[in-house]
């Protein structure tokens, strides 16, 4: 398997609370890893030790063959991420604030433009920042990581606080990435049902351990095999998460 990606034991402490527990992932070349886990599962704990944004405690990991910590500065020249709700200067356009970016990275001016297509924001790219909805700075955001076409794409939560109809325009931009450019993407989310529309692979990650890992019919297979309806994957990973409570809190009374 061509995997991109990949952790070993991948761990984080923080004083003597484990964020992220002995996770290893397999993301795919190509596709599309949707990252899913409740409020504080370790999700983007674990995107900010591959973006060398926080050092892992254990473990490591190896992106496109280079490995981490030894090749960090060329692991970052390959990914483009959104992490968490990005900021922009309020008083700059939508089109400043991406040149900004652009010239840290030292791109060409067209990449500016390019991002702005990318995400349909072109029409609004002279709009200050501040006038945007909450829809155009998601967008922003994307812009904003997709400047360069980076074969790597690392998205914290991207839909976020958005309505329906704009977490909708969220995931069929994210889908239609793949064929604009050459790219893998590591997409997380607290909800499976806003990610199984658009990823080829799932990762569930609850209290910082990886609970399940694998394509999305492998997943069906298991809601079958546990006696779920298999078109109706969001009871499952309920159902994992609340299996694995139940028996972290038998433990701790042990
Ligand atoms: N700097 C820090 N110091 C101490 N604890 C931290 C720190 N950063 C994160 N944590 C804890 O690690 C756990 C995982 O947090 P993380 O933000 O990775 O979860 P998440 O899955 O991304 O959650 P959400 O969906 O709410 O963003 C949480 O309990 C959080 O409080």
């Known amino acids: 398997m061509n995997y991109i990606i990949t952790t070993e034991q991948l761990t984080k402490k923080y004083k003597n609370f484990t964020s992220v527990n002995d996770v290893s992932l397999h993301i795919r070349k190509g596709s599309i890893y949707g990252f899913i886990g409740p409020n504080g599962a370790g999700k983007s704990t674990t ?5 060398g944004l926080t050092v892992p ?7 496109d063959g280079k490995h981490f910590p030894d090749d960090r ?3 970052l020249k390959e990914i483009g991420s959104f992490i968490e709700s990005p900021s922009f200067y309020a008083n700059l356009t ?3 604030n991406l040149d900004i970016i652009r010239r840290i990275l030292r791109l060409s001016k067209s990449s500016v433009e390019d991002a702005l297509e990318l995400v349909g924001l072109t029409e609004f790219g002279d709009r200050l920042a501040k006038k945007y909805s909450l829809g155009m700075k998601q967008r922003l955001g994307l812009a904003g990581a997709l400047l360069g076409r980076p074969p790597i794409l690392i998205l914290d939560e991207p ?3 958005l309505d329906p109809s704009g977490i909708h325009e969220i995931r069929n931009l994210v889908k239609s990435l793949l064929n604009l450019y050459d790219c893998t993407i590591l997409i997380s989310s607290h909800m499976l049902s806003e990610i199984e529309l658009i990823a080829d692979d799932i990762g569930i990650l609850n209290h910082g351990r990886l609970l399940f890992e694998g394509s999305l019919d492998d997943l069906r297979q298991n809601a079958l ?3 779920f309806a298999a078109d ?5 990973f309920l159902s994992m998460v609340e299996k694995d409570n139940t028996a972290r809190k038998q433990r701790a009374k042990l």
């Open 232 to 236: 109706n994957l969001e009871d499952v």
């Open 47 to 51: 995107m900010k030790m591959l973006l």
């Open 159 to 161: 839909t976020n606080g």
């Open 73 to 75: 500065l060329v692991i």
């Open 57 to 63: 405690t254990n473990g490591s990991f190896t992106i």
């Open 225 to 227: 095999q546990s006696g």
């Open 94 to 96: 939508g089109r400043e």
